[in-house]
């Protein structure tokens, strides 16, 4: 099986950053899309992702790969909770990622090409 969600949208909160228990650097933020509804997506970077996160700022659009991720956790009436985010491996600016895709595709035949 296999998880891949890409997104492009706008940087909606402060990014924070923390060292994380195993000491690994993990960069949280929010990133919402408009497609075709308004949604809202909690983003979590670890180490090179996170770098790259601290980068942006509210209202700073932004390019995020990565994979869909929900855990379960109780509140504080022992009820389950459950919340969804993605588990960034790549962050980057939407105009960078597009320049980066096309020169690596040059040369490359696609299926409208035939």
Same mark, same amino acid.
């Given at each position: 099986?296999?998880?891949?969600?890409?997104?492009?949208?706008?940087?909606?909160?402060?990014?924070?950053?923390?060292?994380?228990?195993?000491?690994?650097?993990?960069?949280?933020?929010?990133?919402?899309?408009?497609?075709?509804?308004?949604? =809202?997506?909690?983003?979590?970077a670890?180490?090179?992702?996170?770098?790259?996160?601290?980068?942006?700022?509210?209202?700073?659009?932004?390019?995020?790969?990565?994979?869909?991720?929900?855990?379960? =956790?109780?509140?504080q009436?022992?009820?389950?909770?459950?919340i969804?985010?993605?588990?960034?491996?790549?962050?980057?600016?939407?105009?960078?990622?597009?320049?980066?895709?096309?020169?690596?595709?040059?040369?490359?035949?696609?299926?409208?090409?035939?």
């Amino acid at each position: 099986m296999f998880s891949k969600t890409i997104l492009i949208g706008k940087v909606v909160s402060k990014v924070e950053s923390k060292i994380v228990s195993n000491g690994n650097k993990l960069a949280s933020f929010r990133v919402i899309t408009n497609d075709p509804h308004i949604q =809202y997506h909690n983003i979590n970077a670890f180490e090179k992702a996170a770098e790259s996160a601290l980068k942006y700022n509210e209202g700073d659009m932004v390019y995020v790969e990565g994979k869909i991720v929900t855990r379960k =956790y109780k509140d504080q009436k022992g009820a389950d909770k459950y919340i969804t985010s993605i588990n960034a491996s790549r962050i980057g600016s939407p105009n960078a990622i597009e320049e980066t895709e096309t020169q690596s595709t040059k040369g490359v035949a696609h299926d409208d090409d035939f």
